[in-house]
Each structure stands twice: as C-alpha cells, then as structure tokens.
C-alpha cells in the first residue's frame, strides 16, 4: 500500500497565493491612485515600466512610456474627475520575488471600476508593467 504523506521538506520560493512582498506591490498602486487624484501626470507615468501596457476601459490600447503619459493626459484633462475617486485594493498575489498581482476596485463618480495591475520588480522598486480596467 503506497503512501500519500504530503510533501514536508523546505521551499523557500513563494507560492502564488503568497504575499510577502506584496506590501511593497501595493505601495506602488496607491501611488499610481495617489497620482491620479492629483492629477500629476508625471508621476502617473512614473509608476510604469518603460515597456509597460495599459487597456483602459473604451480606450485604444497603450504601449510603453510616450503613449501612457499620452493617454493619462486625455483622462486628466479638462478638470481631474478623480479627485473624489475611490481605491481599494482587494488582493494582491506574489508570483515569485520579482513579480505581483493587484486586483482593486474603484469608485469615481457614477462608475464602479475594476482594476487589475501586473507588477515587475525593477531593482528595488516595484513598477506596473501591466494594467486593465472595466465597468464592474
């Protein structure tokens, strides 16, 4: 009769589900959502890998560096409708040292948004290398 004992010798690589190192993920989010309210599009685009993509709900698809500050200055012109927003992250998953999810949601006006960023360490410094939002 063979035995199923679970696995008990040491892994020191993280699980997905696993989130040390995901405060510092997180940080780097609210520091996106932080930006936003201001509306300092600098540091918006800060907060992105250079070679970062972001799919805004009902917006062309934004690759590298030039096109997400171009695309974050439409959304901030004319008055920043963010200021009032709402962020709240939900849960954030690391998937190894070097990489994070953050799934948020987002109230701003009458629209309930959801969030999903990928994040890649770069150095020390966490940075979004993926981002897509929708209507909830």
Known sequence: MDSMAPDTSPDDSPSPGDT??????????????????A?????????????????L????????????????????????GMKQATH??????????DDAIVRATSKQGDNNMRELFVLTKEGEEWKISQFMNNKG
């Open 20 to 37: 040390a190192g995901g405060g510092q993920a997180e940080t780097a989010v609210q520091g996106f959502f932080d930006a936003l309210k």
């Open 39 to 55: 509306g300092d599009v600098d540091q918006v685009t800060d907060t992105f890998a250079d070679d970062a993509v972001v799919l």
């Open 57 to 80: 709900a009902g917006q062309p698809t934004a690759e590298g560096g030039e096109a997400i500050k171009s695309l974050f200055q439409k959304q901030l012109q004319g008055g920043n």
């Open 88 to 97: 709240t992250i939900d849960e954030t998953r690391t998937a190894g040292p």
